[in-house]
């Protein structure tokens, strides 16, 4: 079955405590993206990866890091959560470039995270 | 880079009747304009999209309309159904001169509330 996957799915952490929410798709898509969905904001994109080792900043990068070692797999990295990550997180991902019009997106099921 | 602005907030409608959910980009480079639907608690799901080659798209009962001199589009639902309640999300392509980013901007997000 194809699907983007995340673990965990539910997080209580502590201010400072590094953290990593990993992202997983087995649907041989270069493109991955995570966003944070908060109250009233919608859904903005923090980082996006257009294939192996190459990422960049969306939105509201600060105080995330991502890296993109395989193809399939696109880990979120909090080194250091403050309470203001508390959040609904979704990873994503697609086969083409959305602005090429080829490919629709597929988002995970989302990781809730609450830093204290 | 782009922005998305999406209205009404909180939309209720009788069963039955249509809704009508608006939405306007600013980039007049971005071509492909998705919607998605979240239930409660649950990852958003794309319900349809257009693309800047068309004006407009139909499925079932929801259909999807682009103006792309206005720079702005809109998704309609006929005949509601109680399981047409969740929070509606449009969404825009922003233009990357670089080429080749999958990240999508998004509107805030719409709650439509189906009153039996």
């Known amino acids: 079955e194809a699907q983007v996957t995340q673990n965990p799915r539910y997080l209580i952490t502590v201010t400072g405590k590094k953290l990593t929410v990993t992202c997983s798709q087995n649907?041989?898509?270069?493109?991955m993206s995570w966003y944070r969905q908060d109250p009233g904001l919608g859904l903005r994109q923090i980082y996006y990866?257009?294939?192996?080792?190459?990422?960049d900043k969306g939105d509201v990068p600060e105080g995330y890091k991502v890296s993109r070692k395989e193809k399939r797999n696109f880990p979120l990295i909090l080194e250091s959560p403050s309470p203001n990550q508390t959040s609904l997180y979704f990873c994503?991902?697609?086969?083409?470039?959305?602005?090429?019009?080829?490919?629709?997106?597929?988002f995970g099921p989302g990781t809730r995270l609450l830093v204290l | 880079g782009e922005n998305v602005e999406q209205h009404p907030s909180t939309l209720s409608v009788q069963e039955g009747d249509s809704a009508v959910i608006k939405c306007t980009y600013s980039?007049?480079?971005?071509?492909?304009f998705p919607w998605y639907k979240q239930e409660l608690g649950k990852r958003p799901q794309l319900i349809i999209d257009?693309?800047?080659?068309?004006g407009e798209k139909k499925d079932q009962r929801i259909a999807v309309t682009l103006n792309k001199t206005a720079k702005h589009f809109s998704l309609h639902i006929t005949e509601t159904q109680p399981e047409d309640s969740a929070v509606y999300f449009c969404?825009?392509?922003?233009?990357?001169?670089?080429?080749?980013?999958?990240?999508?901007?998004f509107g805030k997000g719409t709650h439509l509330i189906i009153q039996p």
């Open positions: 969404a825009a392509t922003p233009a990357y001169s670089g080429g080749g980013a999958d990240g999508l901007t």
């Open positions: 649907m041989n898509h270069e493109y």
């Open positions: 257009i693309r800047s080659n068309v």
């Open positions: 990866s257009m294939n192996v080792e190459v990422t």
């Open positions: 980039d007049s480079a971005s071509n492909y």
């Open positions: 994503a991902s697609s086969f083409g470039n959305l602005a090429g019009g080829q490919e629709t997106q597929y």
